[in-house]
Every structure is written in structure tokens, then in C-alpha cells.
């Protein structure tokens, strides 16, 4: 079974306001991702992690990742780049891009962080938008093969495609607004949040060690 996931934000405080995520803090956020993630993934299983496993100002998440069952694969978001550890990526993650494409049984699949316009056959899964409602929420909902894996609107798992079709379709049509909470705003400057120039940096190299 192939499962998609993003936005995860391990240990990353801002994003319990940010995307009105209903934890009281990290601890409880973490610990939560962890039981749902591994109630759903066998250990044969396959998961596509689409970008912001953890946050700009942190490290590899290993304490985690290290509980996390499946074969994992990660397409880096803008908060995954600024790892000083990065190679400590492929000790958890058979394979780390910045784009992947794959085949789910005979539908194809674009992967990336970041959303990206296609109205052909296949999807586009992606992540980096959270549960917003803005402009982009009002150009994606006209694109139902856009697809947004993250798991504010995902109910914090991984999904199979599937699932996550349907998810979209719900979080789009407005109709079910009870079941996906809104962000909040918070200042810029908040410990943790991005940069005003994010540290992007180039793939990491598998270290032997990893091979």
C-alpha cells in the first residue's frame, strides 16, 4: 500500500497556532502523529512524505523517525532544507528530492512540497499550504487533481490516494467546514518561524555509512 503525507512539523512549536492544530503542545502533537502514523503503516508499506517533516531552526527529527514505521521516501519542503544534519536523512528515508515522480498502480503522480497547476490525467500531491483559506484555497479548489496531503485536512495520518481524493473533496466544497479548523495568524518574528530569506540547500549526499 502507497500512503502520503506532509507537513508534520515535528517539535515546532508555531505550528500549533498557525494551523490551529487541537494539541496542547508538541509532546501531545508528536506523540499523536506517531500513533496515528503507525496505526495506519505496516512496516511493507510505502509513504511519500511531500516536504516539512520538521521545522527551519531544528534538526532531523531522529528521536521520531526512528518510531515510524514503512518504507519512507521525502520530498523536502522549504523546512527541511536548513538541516545541519541532513545526511542523517538517509538513515530513515530510502530516497530524499526535491520532486519525485511515481506510479500509483496505474495512475501517475506528480510530488512536490509546493502546489503545482495541472489539469491533466494523473494528480499532483503536495503539501506547504496547511488548512489556509486564501487565495490559493480559492484557485486549488477549481483543481481537483491538485491534491494537498498534508494532514491538517488529512486528520493528521497518512492517506492513500484514495483517501485523500476524497479529503480534498470535502476540505474544497465547503460543505464540511466542521471537520477542518482554520488557521490563525501569528506575528512574524515568532521563535522558530521562517526567515525572511529561507536557507534553501542543496541535496544532501547518502554518506556511506547509508548505502
Known amino acids: 500500500m502507497i500512503y502520503y503525507t506532509a507537513d ?26 506517531i500513533r496515528n502514523w503507525n496505526a495506519t503503516v505496516k512496516p511493507e508499506d510505502t509513504v511519500y512524505v511531500v516536504g516539512d ?8 527529527p531522529c528521536d ?8 519512507k521516501h521525502l520530498i523536502r519542503g522549504n523546512h527541511d532544507t536548513p538541516f545541519e544534519d541532513a545526511p542523517l536523512l538517509f538513515r530513515y528515508f530510502e530516497t530524499v528530492t526535491d520532486f519525485n515522480e511515481i506510479d500509483d498502480g496505474d495512475i501517475h503522480i506528480m510530488l512536490s512540497h509546493y502546489p503545482i497547476l495541472y489539469t491533466k490525467n494523473g494528480y499532483v500531491i503536495h503539501g506547504h499550504i496547511h488548512n489556509m483559506r486564501n487565495e490559493i484555497y480559492t484557485i486549488l479548489r477549481t483543481l481537483p487533481h491538485v491534491l494537498n496531503c498534508g494532514v491538517d485536512i488529512n486528520f493528521y495520518r497518512p492517506v492513500t490516494l484514495s483517501e485523500l481524493v476524497e479529503n480534498n473533496r470535502k476540505y474544497y466544497s465547503g460543505n464540511y467546514e466542521y471537520l477542518f479548523s482554520v488557521p490563525r495568524k501569528i506575528p512574524r518574528g515568532t521563535e522558530g518561524w521562517l526567515p525572511p530569506h529561507p536557507d534553501f540547500r542543496p541535496l544532501p549526499q547518502r554518506p556511506l555509512e547509508f548505502m
Open 64 to 71: 521520531v523517525l526512528e518510531q515510524l514505521t514503512g518504507c
Open 8 to 33: 508534520l512539523h515535528f517539535h515546532y512549536t508555531p505550528i500549533l497556532t498557525y494551523a490551529a492544530r487541537p494539541f496542547p503542545d508538541t509532546a501531545a502533537m508528536d506523540a499523536a502523529l
Open 53 to 60: 517533516l520538521g521545522y527551519n531552526d531544528g534538526h532531523v
